[in-house]
């Protein structure tokens, strides 16, 4: 590889790093701004949408779509923010990567205030020079109404959605926390 070879491929991996932080914060501002024809087009054909949990599952743009009508149609005004980004790309195809992103939300389901904490993994595929969603998975510490907020991480089941209760899909179920609970009890 020349010099000018590798300079380039530096740079694409530059710019395919800020439009994939971008397409994070365009997912948040589409969720809260119920704008379906923007959120669609951050995913290909093809996309899943999951989470441990089960509360989130699709295949498939068609899905992906009729998964958050359906949600956004008991959603009054929400704000959704990103924090930490890590992008890691494939060294064998420039037009695939995959990531994960720490993320909060402030949410109203069924006119009730809500608070989440998210983390997101991901998997990017570029198509047609845009990068897209081709997976992406949320994993929730929790999803709470606001009057329950202080006390949450006390709880397992942090995670609370159409009244039921479930358990927050992290950290409890990371083999790094169950080795240190373990070797330090």
Not at 19 to 26: C, K, P, Q, S
Not at 59 to 67: R, V
Not at 139 to 159: A, M, V, W
């Amino acid at each position: 590889m020349t010099d000018i070879d590798s300079l380039v491929k530096r740079i694409d991996r530059l710019e395919s790093r800020n439009a994939i932080i971008e397409l994070g914060t365009r997912y948040a501002m589409a969720c809260d701004e119920h704008d379906m024809p923007a959120l669609l087009s951050l995913f290909t054909e093809d996309a899943v949408f999951d989470s441990p949990s089960g509360v989130m599952k699709a295949h498939g743009k068609g899905a992906i779509e009729a998964m958050f009508i359906n949600m956004l149609k008991i959603r009054g005004p929400a704000y959704h923010w990103t924090h930490d980004h890590i992008v890691e790309f494939d060294h064998d195809d420039p037009d695939r990567a995959t990531g994960i992103v720490l993320s909060h939300a402030e949410t109203s389901p069924d006119g009730q205030g809500s608070m989440a904490a998210m983390k997101y993994e991901d998997v990017y595929a570029r198509v047609n020079g845009q990068w897209k969603y081709a997976r992406r998975s949320i994993h929730f510490l929790y999803y709470t109404p606001i009057s329950e907020y202080g006390q949450i991480l006390n709880r397992k089941d942090r995670l609370v959605v159409g009244g039921k209760r479930l358990p927050a899909d992290y950290p409890e179920s990371l083999p790094s926390w169950q080795e240190f609970e373990k070797n330090h009890a």
